[in-house]
């Protein structure tokens, strides 16, 4: 069974880059096959790994409420086909994006096929990370996978823990069955002070660890490169990596 990584946190944070980071640890150590889903209606995801987008699956659903399927094939069979054709397939990863959730009406044989359509996909997979806005509205079409870690990321400010609070709340509400929960502080300039890891162990998170901040981050978005590409000596690379190592090293 594919062990999953759910990441989550407020616009802003940085949890992209970090989904991105998570990602390359994972090609990195060689702990293939990987499946990244989007699951962010505002995607981009595939912005930072380097790759283009021409179908979502929630596209795929959107087109069967209109109707239009070719003669002589199912619902069921033409569904299914679109949604195959969604994965984008890289050397070293495949990537699926949800796109926007469900639009006016509801398309319940729609909506079944394609959580059916992620079960089955993720158990093809060693390993899958999962991008998440903060009301994680998808994720609970892979509650049966159960997620092994749902990563919240925040930046160290009292309103990003705030909302991280709130996140992982919505997370045992949803009972998406997250083994564990840490909190990650990302883009950090030092090590968090007392007063922060007050605020942090009076919200009942469990701190991972800090991945600390670095301009060149920022300076990529600006050209448009891909963080995917970061050198490997990046210090905000090295610190995400070892926060990867600490629950990853051995699985």
């Given amino acids: 069974m594919a062990l999953s990584i759910a990441l989550s946190g407020k616009g802003g944070v940085g949890k992209t880059t970090v989904a991105g980071m998570l990602i390359r640890y994972l090609i990195e150590k060689d702990k293939g096959p990987i499946l990244a889903v989007d699951a962010d209606s505002n995607f981009n995801l595939n912005e930072v790994l380097g790759v283009t987008v021409e179908q979502t699956l929630g596209g795929v659903r959107e087109e069967m409420k209109k109707g239009d399927v070719p003669a002589g094939m199912t619902k069921d069979r033409f569904m299914s086909m679109k949604l195959e054709e969604a994965i984008i397939e890289e050397k070293d990863v495949d990537l699926v994006v949800m796109g926007q959730p469900e639009g006016q009406g509801c398309y319940c044989a729609a909506n079944t096929l394609l959580s059916d359509f992620l079960r089955k996909l993720v158990v093809n997979y060693g390993y899958v990370v999962m991008d998440n806005e ?3 509205e998808h994720i609970s079409r892979l509650t049966t996978s159960n997620i092994d870690y749902l990563l919240v990321v925040s930046d160290p400010s009292r309103r990003g823990l705030q909302a991280a609070e ?3 709340g919505l997370a045992r509400d949803l009972n998406i069955g997250a083994r564990q929960t840490f909190l990650i502080l990302n883009n950090v300039r030092q090590e968090p002070s007392e007063e922060i890891q007050k605020i942090i162990d009076q919200a009942g998170l469990k701190l991972l660890g800090s991945i600390m901040a ?7 978005d600006l050209q448009g490169r891909p963080t995917f590409e970061l050198p490997r000596d990046n210090q905000a690379v090295q610190s995400a990596f070892a926060l990867f190592d600490s629950i990853l090293d051995g699985k």
């Fill in 134 to 136: 903060a009301g994680m």
């Fill in 166 to 168: 709130r996140i992982a």
């Fill in 214 to 220: 670095d301009e060149t981050i920022a300076e990529y």
